[in-house]
């Protein structure tokens, strides 16, 4: 049996629930019926306005940039021996039957509930080939990670040679394009060679994910920091990187007004500065937990995290509209405890269904 690295078990079940928690978050200021942010945003009041930037903002950002790093702290450099038909047969055969099945179920279950028309799903089975459907929005998350385990074969030679001072400034260059974002919303829509016809502009090979998977390889080996330093600088840039996120939301939510969500999550992309430091200081966070075996329950809810993200959306939207009660500036709980009450329960709603699941002959084709 493989050997299991503590602390990723509790990353996993942390990140998968910070997923929740952002999706949860999404009811208190989507301007539309979904209950997810849409193109157009609104919040109601000043208490949504604050527990939405705390809950998903300084909490939830960080979610995929972790479910990114673990991946790529087990996966490079690739195994000795390994070959890109080998490295690509194995990854994809885990990760793609589930993502293939929730696909259609996206496309086709909303259906038996009248959640939507068959004209619309109908265009989504159309579109299947080339993105998620209209009703799994969450899916996107599944084409970067896909893209970047057809790019680890090749940067996994260069890691296994290169030195740490060569890794960090890769890092270094990486960090700079994570402040992209923020000048093309307030400098200009195009930088460096982008235009109509260019939008591989001059940092387009250094930025993105890959930029989290040489961080993640240079925090497995070449990172010597103690535990007390790791607690310390952990602490401080996920403090620091979380109050920035969330001030960033509250600073453009003004209660009332109709806004464009890009707009109002000006800095909530997950390769922007704020971003990269918090999950940076959260991961060190985690990487300072010493326990020899994660107890029963972690491990397990670890390997079902991938079946739960992959569902929680079918659970979510029905917990949401119970709780929110039609009003989500008065749900039936404040809004303080009406988020992670969401989470809370589509989390355990989906550990349950996917353990059940897991019993089933195959099953790691439709859960993984």
Known sequence: MKERITFLDYLRVVACFLVMLVHASENFYGADASGLAGNVSMLANESNRFWVAFYDGALGRVAVPLFMIVSAFLLVPMKPGTTMVQFYRRRFMRI???????????TFLPLAWGGMTWEQSMADLQLLPFNFPSMA?????MYPLISLYLIIPVVSPWLERATAKEELIFIGIFAFTTIIPWLHRFVSAELWGECFWNQFSMFWYCSGYLGYLVLAHYIRYHLTWNQR???TVGTIAFVGGAAFTAWSFWWKGEPGLLIETPMLEWSWE????NVLITTFGLFLLFTCIRQAKAPALITSLSKLSYGMYLMHLFFLAPIAAWIIDGDASEPSIPVALAIPAIAVLTFVCC???TKLLSLLPKSKYIIG
Not at 270 to 273: A, D, E, S, W, Y
């Open 96 to 106: 793609l039957p589930p993502m293939f099945v929730f696909l259609l179920l996206y």
């Open 229 to 231: 330093k790791r607690l």
């Open 137 to 141: 929005g969450h899916l996107w998350f």
């Open 270 to 273: 997950f390769c922007t500065l």
């Open 351 to 353: 550990a349950i269904t």
